[in-house]
């Protein structure tokens, strides 16, 4: 695509002094001129986002968008601007270098002439109709290293199953309508299987999607990581760290509750960075009595205390994943109780005291990890790559060490979980590490 900014003509620099201007920081609007030679002006506040040439006449009256001083409110369809304008989300639980993306994303595009704004809290500035987040490189500077995302994210806006009251409805075709109506060619997801799957859904309604995989649990089948999983890794081994020198000085049984859902990636790694003497995954329902005998053996050999990581979507063989019940509406179900339970079922077996530390939210927040920095900016990079190149129903994707493009039904066609027979396990096994079965 050429980037460079089209030469303007002497009348289309007369048209830019006729253009009304909008004053302030916040701005949504551009005002247009035309010339004879088909020239075009532009007013807008933060910096110039480069135009294709246009060689169709515009009338001399100045379009005006929503938030410019027009006396009156302007509606959202009288904005279409001529080059492409893509919108950009993150949905679903927040993972440590959201805001890389954002910042990659939006400092890519640029050059690349597309314009960027950006929806607050997932999908529900599209539903509720809220102003959408101009976004430009001021906007992005300096966010690089925190935790969280400045748009603000949600696990509770699906547009297919949006809560009113205690039900729920199919809000969809608004978001549909009000992509339209905002000249947005293009909605960029940053999110899990979640919020991968309502693009999904919302592609077969015409919207160009262009997906970012985004989970600390690295559950996404299409991608060979995720960004967040690192850094979730890292304070969970902190976590480890820290609880062998109580367990050690009480001779006790310590378990460390870690996230992850259906995947155990984050207890399987952070496990083995750790020193855990025990990792319970979901993939492998663990047998309690193999647990006991590896707490007890390590008692004989002159080490009374044992570590057990577990993921919070472990399972004795015959049980079933825990889970809180009384869901929210619209949200998904939630897991909890695994490490509880474990110690309810461990504790009559060894002589030893039990304890449960559930890490939870410490694994969603803080700083990301300059290895999450990296990966979430060349998401964000090759994401604007494809958006302006036209690209769409896709997802970025790491393959081995490339940046790829992947069809979007096959990042939601199921879930990556870890292999059994791979190397991580093998290398647990190996140093004695108790998988429980």
Known sequence: MNTQRPT?????????????????????????????????????????????????????KPTLGPGAKTGGKAKAQDRKPSWPRACILTGGGDAPGLNAVLRAFVRACEPLGVEVVGSRD????????????PLNRESVRGILPKGGTVLGTSNRGNPFDYPQGKRSVNRSRRVVKRLADEGISCLILIGGDG????????????VRVIGIPKTIDNDL????????????????????????????????VMILEVMGRHAGFIALHAGIAGG?????????????????AQVRRRTRLGAPFS??????????????????????????????????????LLAPRIPHEVRVTVLGHLQRGGSPSPADRILATRFGIRAAELCAAGESNCMVALRGTHIVSVPLNEATSGLHRVDLKGEFVAVARTLGIELGA
């Not at 532009?42 to 169709?56: C, E, F, I, N, V």
């Not at 997932?122 to 987040?133: A, D, H, I, N």
């Not at 855990?276 to 006991?292: F, G, H, Q, S, T």
């Open 8 to 60: 303007r003509s002497n009348n289309a620099k007369s048209a830019t002094s006729h253009a009304s201007s909008v004053a302030g920081p916040q701005i949504s609007s551009v005002d247009t001129a035309a010339s004879p030679s088909g020239g075009r002006a532009a007013s807008r506040t933060g910096p110039r986002l480069a135009a294709k040439p246009d060689t169709k006449a515009r009338p001399t």
């Open 122 to 133: 997932g999908f529900t500035s599209l539903v509720e109709g809220q102003p959408l987040v």
């Open 195 to 206: 919020t991968l799957g309502i693009g999904q859904k919302l592609a077969l309604q015409g």
């Open 221 to 252: 089948r299409a991608t060979d990581r995720t960004f967040g999983l690192d850094t979730a890794v890292g304070t969970a081994t902190w976590a480890i760290d820290t609880l062998h020198s109580t367990a050690e000085a009480h001779q006790r």
């Open 276 to 292: 855990a003497d025990v990792i319970l995954m979901p993939e492998l329902p663990y047998n309690v009595e193999r647990v006991a």
């Open 307 to 344: 570590i057990i990581v577990i993921g919070e979507g472990a399972y004795p063989q015959g049980g079933a994943v825990n889970t809180l019940q009384g869901a929210t509406v619209g949200t998904p179900t939630r897991l909890a109780g695994a490490g509880h339970e474990l110690a309810e």
